[in-house]
């Protein structure tokens, strides 16, 4: 079965560092782009960074771009997120995100999530 | 353009057709892709090209794309079909990915 499960999310308090893990399975996770995307409670879907299947290129969203990593272990088949200097609208539930092969963009296996709470 | 923009809440009767629609400049001459949401649950891809269904999903829903403006049909909606449905495609940079705001779709 194809499979995203992400962890690591927590409390955690303003100005503080998480990192959390997306664990693959069920494909070959080292032929896939990846993304994570983000909902903060009660609203839409914000797209936060991009990494290519070989880690060769990374993009993220300007409003993240700085306090955000994103990094991936192919032989671990794990896709990472370091978040840094945390505020409190950082808090989300945080998704990993398979893009699909292929000429036509899409995000087609999401993992269920992790909640990131930021907070004192 | 660096906006997708839907509106946020469309409403349908059981067993009507309804079109929920998506509009930004990236989308000229590409199709976005759509995703459903149920609460307290991840979102679910439900369709991405020129009218494209991934497995599983059921043949009443439908994409379609004119100019900037690109729609996610849902011919007959069910029950089940109610959620929030989000759009979403790279930018015109290539380098971001774009979500449209979210449509909530209330099957009466």
């Known amino acids: 079965e194809v499979q995203l499960v992400e962890s690591g999310g927590g409390l955690v308090q303003p100005g503080g560092s998480l990192r959390i893990t997306c664990a693959a399975s069920g494909f070959t996770f080292s032929s896939y782009n990846m993304d994570w995307v983000r909902q903060a409670p009660g609203k839409g879907l914000e797209w936060l960074s991009y990494?290519?299947?070989?880690?060769?290129?990374?993009y993220y969203a300007d409003s993240v771009k700085g306090r955000l990593t994103i990094s991936r272990d192919n032989a671990k088949n794990s896709l990472y997120l370091q978040m840094n200097s945390l505020r409190a609208e950082d808090t989300a539930v945080y998704y990993c995100?398979?893009?699909?092969?292929?000429?036509?963009?899409?995000?087609?296996?999401w993992g269920q999530g992790t909640t990131v709470t930021v907070s004192s | 353009s660096s906006e997708l923009t839907q509106d946020p809440a469309v409403s349908v009767a059981l067993g009507q057709t309804v079109r929920i629609t998506c509009q930004g400049g990236s989308l000229r001459g590409f199709y976005p892709s759509w995703y459903q949401q149920k609460p307290g649950q991840a979102p679910v891809f439900v369709m991405y090209g020129k009218n494209n269904r991934p497995s599983g999903i059921p043949d009443r829903f439908s994409g379609s794309n004119s100019g900037s403006t690109a729609s996610l049909t849902i011919t007959g909606a069910q029950a089940e079909d109610e959620a929030d449905y989000y759009c979403n495609s790279r930018d015109s940079s290539g380098k971001h990915v774009l979500f449209g705001g979210g449509t909530k779709l209330t099957v009466l």
């Open positions: 995100a398979r893009e699909r092969l292929g000429n036509n963009y899409g995000l087609d296996v």
């Open positions: 990494i290519s299947s070989s880690s060769s290129t990374i």
